[in-house]
Antibody, heavy 123, light 107 residues
Framework: QITLKESGPTLVKPTQTLTLTCTFS??????????VGWIRQPPGKALEWLAL???????RYSPSLKSRLTITKDTSKNQVVLTMTNMDPVDTATYYC???????????????WGQGTMVTVSS | AIWMTQSPSLLSASTGDRVTISCRMS??????LAWYQQKPGKAPELLIY???TLQSGVPSRFSGSGSGTDFTLTISCLQSEDFATYYC?????????FGQGTKVEIK
C-alpha cells in the first residue's frame, strides 16, 4: 500500500525559505519509472503543478517558479524534499506530494496523493 | 506550455442527472490526460487516466473520452457522493498542467 505524507512549517514569513518533506512508503524511488511530484492549491483555487523528481534524479520544474524551487530525494530515507525560496503571501496554499509511475498503466498521472499540508505566508 | 480550458467552472445538477465536463488543450496531447475528483478539505483522487481508463475502484458511472485536444468527463447518473470539484490534468509534456476545475453542486 502506497502512502505519502507531507510535513513542514505551517507558517513562514515573507522572504523566508520554505522546506517541505514528503515521506512515503510502499514504493521505492530507486525503482525505474517512479516519480514524486509536488502540487499546491491556494485556498479556494485550482491545483498548480510545481515540480517532479524521477528515480533517475531527472528533475522537472514549473517554469514560472523554477528560479525559486529545488527538489531533491533521499532514497534511503524514502523522502523527497521541496524548497521554495523568497516566500510571499501569494504562496499561501495547501501543498501536496503525489506518486507517479511512467511504467504503470496510469503513466504519469498522480495515482496516490498525500493529505496535504497548509502553509501560510504572513509576517 | 500547454494551456487548458476546462468548462464549465460551475455545474448545478440533481441526483440522477447525466453531467458532462469538458477539457480543451491548446495543442494535441494524444491521450495523456487524467481526471481527478476533489472533495472539500481532501486531497484529489485519480478517477481516469489515459483519457478513458477508469482507475481501480472508481464506479462505472464515470467515463472519459477524447484524444488530441478535446476531452470529456461524463457522470452518467449523478449520485450524492459525486458532488465535488473535478480537475483535468495533462501529462503529455512538461510543465504538467491542471484545468481550472469544475464544481458540481446540488441544484
Amino acid at each position: 500500500q502506497i502512502t505519502l505524507k507531507e510535513s513542514g512549517p505551517t507558517l513562514v514569513k515573507p522572504t523566508q525559505t520554505l522546506t517541505l518533506t514528503c515521506t512515503f512508503s510502499g514504493f521505492s524511488l530507486s525503482t525505474s519509472g517512479v516519480g514524486v511530484g509536488w502540487i499546491r492549491q491556494p485556498p479556494g483555487k485550482a491545483l498548480e503543478w510545481l515540480a517532479l523528481i524521477y528515480w533517475n534524479d531527472d528533475k522537472r520544474y514549473s517554469p514560472s517558479l523554477k528560479s525559486r524551487l529545488t527538489i531533491t530525494k533521499d532514497t534511503s530515507k524514502n523522502q523527497v524534499v521541496l524548497t521554495m525560496t523568497n516566500m510571499d503571501p501569494v504562496d499561501t496554499a495547501t501543498y501536496y506530494c503525489a506518486h507517479s509511475d511512467v511504467v504503470a498503466p496510469h503513466g504519469g498521472a498522480f495515482d496516490i496523493w498525500g493529505q496535504g499540508t497548509m502553509v501560510t505566508v504572513s509576517s | 506550455a500547454i494551456w487548458m480550458t476546462q468548462s464549465p467552472s460551475l455545474l448545478s445538477a440533481s441526483t440522477g442527472d447525466r453531467v458532462t465536463i469538458s477539457c480543451r488543450m491548446s495543442q494535441g496531447i494524444s491521450s495523456y490526460l487524467a481526471w481527478y475528483q476533489q472533495k472539500p478539505g481532501k486531497a484529489p483522487e485519480l478517477l481516469i487516466y489515459a483519457a478513458s481508463t477508469l482507475q481501480s475502484g472508481v464506479p462505472s458511472r464515470f467515463s472519459g473520452s477524447g484524444s488530441g485536444t478535446d476531452f470529456t468527463l461524463t457522470i452518467s447518473c449523478l449520485q450524492s457522493e459525486d458532488f465535488a470539484t473535478y480537475y483535468c490534468q495533462q501529462y503529455y509534456s512538461f510543465p504538467w498542467t491542471f484545468g481550472q476545475g469544475t464544481k458540481v453542486e446540488i441544484k
